[in-house]
């Protein structure tokens, strides 16, 4: 359960990284400026590495959350939106961890052992 | 499952006296006995049926399974807890060698559209099957299989169930391990994390916030519609904790709200037989303790201990509280050496079960030292638990 502090992971592997799913966490023209500590350069360095398909559901579910709640912030139904959101977002960031451990050459080459790139010798 | 346990038998000509349990006699070779000369080494095997299983019980808000602290606390057993081999690749449930952890939202009644439909939370009692999990919990106690429910988080469905086998412990964690009555009397321990919600608000922002679609309002949205059902359904487990880890802003920072530095206290309940609580220099009384001068130098803001006995929901209990960061190895060490009751099997145990697992979060910070604590002290539990019922069978085959 214990949250991750510093979730945020950074270029800086020791070996080339294959980089999955960058976008611009501030492209969105509706964004808030966020607390000083996330807006550093540093947070800017994030290879978000969220499965789309669970990031487009947390997306959509925020959008359903928030017209649910234009009408009666108080009724079970906004209450409910709002849960389905923080369980969604639970899912994403569990799967974000699972990936982080994830080397994109390895899981290429478990497939493709043949290719040049995934070549070992012993000697 | 049945618990074996080995013993050297003088002799073959010699039978061991625990007649109604099965037996199984090893004899190794003359070659193997050259260190024990003039001895007989002959090992017995027996196995007792009737074994059951330490069921330990964590309430944590909001999502389930590889959380850090179920990585600690599996870690201390030996062994890396993985999902279930072949099964659901979406089940929540983690199995090591010693130690399986199931996700209490496997017993959702209502799935999600479920709850939609009826508007209410995953944290309400309504959506959940206590009846289902205090049989399936009964169950694995006594050491039978059973069949349980999945909860799939991605789709929001509820999967066919997985086969679990009955552990040596058994681990649930979910957000209502302690609110029926009748599995709260199974648990033979029950631990809270109780966040309070400045720590909380941050911890979720920086999880959150590099998500498409979220932003600060809607986070704050999301804590606030949830809180009503928190406050009425999942906080007042915590008066039934045998130990609470509350994790609170620092006192050391004046005006800080990022939720980096944190005040963690482990409130650890008086008067239970098989747990003993941590203690710093003197059971009893109550100490405040800086351990940054002249023999440890520390660098800003430093840490800070205190230690003392207070009451909690009206339970005798001992706080231990740090407040602050460790920055180096040296840091970790000097506090363990003076912290008493540790459980711990060698000098230093703390520190290398922090360090093996630097990577995880909190691992500079009390909740991750506390975290880790309470691992060894469940082991300890679970060793004593093992050894009475060991002495209890012991008794009932001699008469």
């Known amino acids: ?123 | 499952m049945a618990i074996c346990t080995v013993h050297t038998t003088p002799s073959l000509s010699m039978p061991n006296t625990h007649l109604n349990q099965r037996q199984v006699i090893f004899f190794t070779s003359a070659r193997k006995n050259q260190f024990f000369r003039g001895q007989n080494r002959a090992f017995t095997v027996s196995c007792s049926a009737d074994a059951k299983t330490v069921v330990i019980g964590l309430a944590a808000d909001s999502g389930c399974g590889k959380s850090t602290f179920m990585r600690r606390l599996t870690s201390v057993f030996g062994g890396a807890a993985e999902p279930p081999k072949g099964g659901n690749p979406d089940s929540n449930t983690l199995i090591s060698d010693t130690t399986t952890v199931i996700c209490l939202d496997d017993y959702h009644s209502l799935d999600r559209t479920g709850r939609k439909e009826k508007g209410v939370t995953a944290l309400d009692p309504k959506a959940n099957d206590f009846d289902l999990m205090y049989e399936q919990v009964k169950a694995l106690k006594e050491g039978k299989a059973v069949d349980k429910p999945i909860y799939n988080h991605v789709t929001g469905l509820l999967d066919p169930p997985e086969v679990i086998q009955p552990p040596k412990i058994l681990v649930i964690e979910g957000l209502h391990p302690m609110f029926d009555e009748r599995v709260r009397d199974l648990l033979d321990f029950s631990i809270y994390l109780d966040i309070s919600n400045e720590v909380k608000f941050a911890w979720k922002i920086q999880r959150d916030m590099a998500e498409r679609g979220h932003s600060l309002e809607s986070i704050k949205a999301s804590i606030e519609a949830r809180k009503p059902d928190f406050d009425s359904f999942i906080d007042p487990q915590k008066k039934y904790a045998d130990a609470v880890i509350e994790v609170l802003p620092t006192q050391l920072i004046p005006g800080d709200n990022e939720g980096k530095v944190l005040r963690v206290r482990l409130i650890q309940k008086e008067g239970l037989k098989h747990f003993s609580p941590v203690y710093l220099f003197d059971e009893g009384s109550t100490i405040s303790w800086i351990p940054c001068g002249r023999k440890l130098t520390c660098s800003y803001p430093g840490i800070k201990f205190t230690y003392g006995p207070e009451t909690y929901f009206s339970n005798e209990v001992s706080v231990l509280e740090m407040d602050g960061q460790f920055d180096r190895l040296d840091e970790l060490i000097y506090v363990e050496s003076h912290l008493s009751n540790l459980s711990s099997k060698f000098y230093g145990e703390v520190t290398q079960q922090m360090l093996k697992h630097s990577d995880f979060p909190g691992s500079n910070n009390g909740t991750g030292l506390f975290q880790t604590i309470i691992g060894l002290k469940i082991r300890d539990l679970y060793e004593q638990i093992v050894a009475e019922r060991a002495a209890a069978t012991a008794q009932a085959a001699k008469v």
């Open chain 1, 1 to 123: 359960m214990a949250a991750s502090l510093s979730s945020m992971t950074t270029l800086s592997a020791p070996r080339p990284v294959r980089l999955l799913n960058i976008s611009n966490p501030y492209s969105s023209p509706s964004h808030v400026r966020l607390l000083p500590c996330t807006a550093s350069r540093y947070t800017r360095l994030v290879v978000r590495s969220t499965p789309s398909e669970i990031a487009n559901k947390v997306s959509e579910s925020i959008k359903n959350a928030e017209e649910t709640c234009a009408d009666d912030p108080k009724a079970g139904e906004c209450v409910a939106a709002w849960d389905e959101v923080e369980e969604l977002s639970a899912a994403a960031s569990h799967a974000r961890d699972k990936n982080k451990g994830k080397d994109p050459l390895e899981e290429y080459c478990k497939d493709n052992p043949e290719t040049d790139e995934c070549r070992t010798y012993e000697d």
